[in-house]
């Protein structure tokens, strides 16, 4: 894949763009794709080089994957090696439930997250990777994004700004109402790739388990490798030792069948992930993904809610693009409250007894014998609402 820049920094503060769009994740490439190809002229702008490692659970649910169907995306997926998702085994103190998938499929976030940039490319939208973006004021007609790149700092224009630069993104720390902070009772993300561990792990299964230190998943991706995703009670994210003891502490406590040689791995970590900032929009400028607060989702929530958050946002940014209002501020505000928020209350619930393991235990309990109504939830997270009639 042909990731590199379209231009540099400097053809790209020589004009007003009509959409910046700073974050090249799944929100943030979605975005940029569907926009031009409506025939926005849009700007993409990511600090990282692409392909790039992202610390993932690598799960795109049966919803997301008819998100990128309806947008002709989903070849993408098959052409990348994704592995269909059937079911979801998870383990507290060796006791085994398990719930079947509605659909979706298991591919790394640095083949998918490439794969929709390069979408985004031959769509229309302009690639500037390697560029960090500090959010500046808003000025007659535009917005000002203060890039930096290696030495060079400039400034650019854009009519609107979309910041989709995940849950810890730089972009809006100059504007307090904007920035995110953690909640107190907030796990942070650990991950890392690994071989298969025994001949056993079957592809298309998630193996979940819990501990008292938080929980952990592993799931086959494309090139036999498996994805490792956890949230642990406490670590720290620069420390590749305190990650791969916090881990291998749920994984052993939670009496997994399958345990890879975690000391060999690679560990990376986040930040806390649990948080919500005051306010996700404000004058020509619209927060979407990550970057709009986040929650631990369960078995691939989280790319719906950065696939479906860009499609909510498009009608929004054009308007803006075209005329901009102070309404519109309030109206992407309770716009994203009513798609997004609310159907986030369900995988709220099944992570605050992840958090618990003698709730999770007893859940597990009742699950195998049938007795607790997981499924239903399960399938209501894994697909698309239903227009009301």
């Not at 009509?18 to 490439?29: H, Q």
């Given at each position: 894949m042909n990731l590199a820049a379209d231009l540099d920094i400097q053809e790209a503060a020589a004009k007003t763009w009509?959409?910046?769009?700073?974050?090249?994740?799944?929100?943030?490439?979605f975005a940029a794709q569907q926009l031009a190809q409506s025939g926005v002229e849009v700007l993409l702008i990511d600090k990282q080089r692409f392909p790039r490692y992202k610390v993932c659970g690598c799960?795109?649910?049966a919803h997301a994957v008819?998100?990128?169907?309806n947008a002709g995306l989903f070849d993408i997926l098959r052409e990348h090696g994704a592995i269909d998702l059937e079911s979801c085994e998870v383990y507290c103190k060796g006791q085994r439930g398990r719930v079947a998938l509605p659909g979706g499929l298991a591919l790394s976030r640095e083949i998918f997250d490439a794969a929709l940039v390069h979408e985004a490319k031959p769509a229309g939208a302009r690639f500037l990777p390697e560029t960090k973006a500090a959010l500046g004021p808003a000025a007659r007609g535009h917005r000002v994004l203060k890039l930096s790149q290696r030495q060079t700092e400039l400034e650019i224009h854009a009519r609107v700004v979309i910041g989709a630069d995940g849950l810890t993104g730089t972009l809006r720390n100059a504007f307090a109402e904007l920035a995110s902070q953690p909640a107190q009772s907030s796990f942070f993300g650990v991950g890392s790739v690994a071989s298969l561990p025994s001949p056993q792990f079957r592809p298309g299964v998630i193996y979940m388990g819990c501990s008292k230190g938080g929980y952990a998943g592993m799931v086959q991706i494309e090139n036999d490798k498996i994805a490792i995703a956890a949230a642990l009670a406490y670590a720290s994210e620069k420390n590749p030792r305190t990650l791969a003891a916090g881990i291998a502490r749920v994984l052993e406590e939670a009496e997994l069948p399958f345990r890879p040689a975690l000391e060999t791995l690679e560990w990376r970590g986040t930040p806390a992930l649990t948080r919500r900032p005051k306010r996700i929009s404000t004058e020509r400028f619209f927060a979407i993904g990550?970057?709009?607060g986040y929650i631990e989702p369960f078995t691939g929530e989280g790319i719906v809610w950065a696939l479906r958050s860009a499609l909510t946002a498009i009608p929004?940014?054009?308007r803006g693009v075209r005329n901009w209002t102070s309404t519109l501020e309030q109206e992407w505000e309770q716009r994203y409250d009513a798609v997004i928020r609310r159907r986030q209350i369900a995988c709220k619930a099944l992570t605050a007894m992840l958090r618990r393991p003698i709730l999770f235990e007893g859940a597990v309990r009742l699950l195998q014998?049938?007795?607790?109504?997981?499924?239903?939830?399960?399938?209501?997270?894994?697909r698309a609402p239903q227009p009301k009639s």
């Open positions: 009509e959409v910046a769009v700073v974050g090249a994740g799944p929100a943030g490439a799960c795109i649910n008819e998100i990128l169907t990550d970057a709009a929004f940014v054009q014998k049938h007795w607790l109504p997981v499924q239903p939830i399960i399938n209501y997270l894994h």
